[in-house]
């Protein structure tokens, strides 16, 4: 708060109290994805992952699901497979069910589990593997093994 005086002729007569208000300005973030790898999916690369992870998942629990779906982000942040989800489903020899993508029919469950793990809130979100198939490997968790 001031205090200014009004003058008439060089005199002080009056005065007026004036205040200012301090403004702040609050911003939200719209849509912001806060995952370890810093991945931000389109609704086309959504759906490309969901008919992907039901064809090479669909079968196993939700857990067993993210874990393919962490398994797949992890490759595309690593320097070996790194890519865009397109190039990391489609290299050769990688992902055989990319080929079959268009008879998949997932689910809300693969949309929800691909939620889940961009949300961090999956159990597997921390596992660092690269690689899972139904043979061998480090861990084995529901029909897989991950290494």
Do not use: C
Request: a positive charge; charged letters at 25%.
């Amino acid at each position: 708060m001031s205090a200014k005086y009004l003058r008439k002729n060089g005199k002080a007569i009056s005065y007026k109290k004036t205040t200012t208000k301090k403004t702040t300005k609050t911003t939200t973030k719209k849509n912001t994805t806060k995952n370890r790898w810093g991945i931000k999916l389109s609704a086309a690369e959504k759906k490309m992952l969901a008919q992907i992870t039901y064809l090479e998942a669909g079968d196993q629990s939700n857990v067993g699901e993210q874990a393919v779906i962490v398994v797949i982000f992890n490759r595309m942040k690593n320097s070996y497979f790194k890519g865009s989800l397109k190039h990391v489903l489609s290299s050769p020899g990688q992902f055989t069910t990319w080929k079959f993508r268009y008879r998949a029919k997932p689910s809300s469950r693969e949309y929800k589990n691909i939620e889940t793990v961009l949300s961090g809130k999956s159990k597997a979100n921390n596992w660092k593997y690269l690689y899972f198939n139904m043979g061998h490997g480090k861990f084995k968790y529901g029909d897989h093994y991950f290494s």
